[in-house]
């Protein structure tokens, strides 16, 4: 069971350049969610989605982009990148609870990006 | 809108005293509380959590937390501190019923010998 998986694990982007980071999952989660964090700020909300077909913004979506076509992946697109989305990205996946319970997440390794 | 708010961004203790890391909660309703350890170089591990059924809470690795509805509180403990409890923690935040987790700030935990 390889849970939350991430790739690449490291990379470095010059300004202006365009990528994605690969998020897969092999647990039937239907909740996912990407998350960026920087020091003293703690992990903050990019985007998530609670399904296939279906994606909303998190706290700090600007210069993102998702998609989700299938209950395993949910990649993260960087349209232009600039230094301040130098950062440590991590990707979740969870249970959508049923009634009001939270099954909390489980977390991919994560991605160091720095935009240079 | 909900939110939480650890004090203190890093904690030593010896190694064998008592681990005492705090998270105070913002909820306009009653959250969903949750503990997460991350090891240097890796993603979050889930700890414990907190989802209204008892208000002690007992994780892995000997942890616990108990959540304080007075003080809005859910201090995460530890008895004896290990040098293999060196990591940072954060605390997260839900409403009941919905997915997205809001995350403090985190607290480094440094184990002295």
């Known amino acids: 069971n390889a849970g939350v998986t991430q790739t690449p694990k490291f990379q470095v982007l010059k300004t202006g350049q365009s990528m994605t980071l690969q998020c897969a999952q092999d647990?039937?989660?239907?909740?996912m969610s990407w998350y960026r964090q920087d020091p003293g700020m703690g992990l903050r909300l990019i985007h998530y989605?609670?399904?296939?077909?279906?994606?909303d913004q998190g706290e700090v979506p600007n210069g993102y982009n998702v998609s989700r076509s299938t209950t395993e992946d949910f990649p993260l697109r960087l349209l232009s990148a600039a230094p301040s989305q130098t950062s440590v990205y991590f990707c979740?996946?969870?249970?959508?609870?049923?009634?009001?319970?939270?099954?909390?997440?489980?977390f991919g390794s994560g991605t160091r990006l720095t935009v240079v | 809108a909900q939110s939480v708010t650890q004090l203190g961004s890093h904690v030593s203790v010896s190694e064998g005293a008592l681990v005492l890391l705090r998270c105070n909660y913002s909820?306009?309703?009653?959250?969903?509380l949750f503990w997460y350890v991350q090891y240097p170089n890796q993603g979050l591990q889930l700890l414990l959590k907190?989802?209204?059924?008892?208000?002690l809470v007992k994780g892995i690795n000997g942890f616990e937390a108990e959540f304080k509805k007075s003080e809005t509180s859910f201090h995460l403990t530890k008895p004896s501190a290990h040098m293999s409890d060196a990591a940072e923690y954060f605390c997260?935040?839900?409403?009941?019923?919905?997915?997205?987790?809001?995350f403090g700030t985190g607290t480094r935990l440094t184990v002295i010998p």
């Open positions: 979740a996946s969870s249970l959508l609870g049923t009634g009001n319970y939270n099954y909390g997440y489980t």
């Open positions: 647990m039937n989660h239907e909740y």
């Open positions: 989605s609670v399904g296939a077909g279906i994606t």
């Open positions: 909820s306009s309703v009653p959250p969903y």
């Open positions: 907190y989802t209204s059924a008892a208000t």
């Open positions: 997260a935040v839900s409403q009941t019923g919905a997915n997205n987790l809001f």
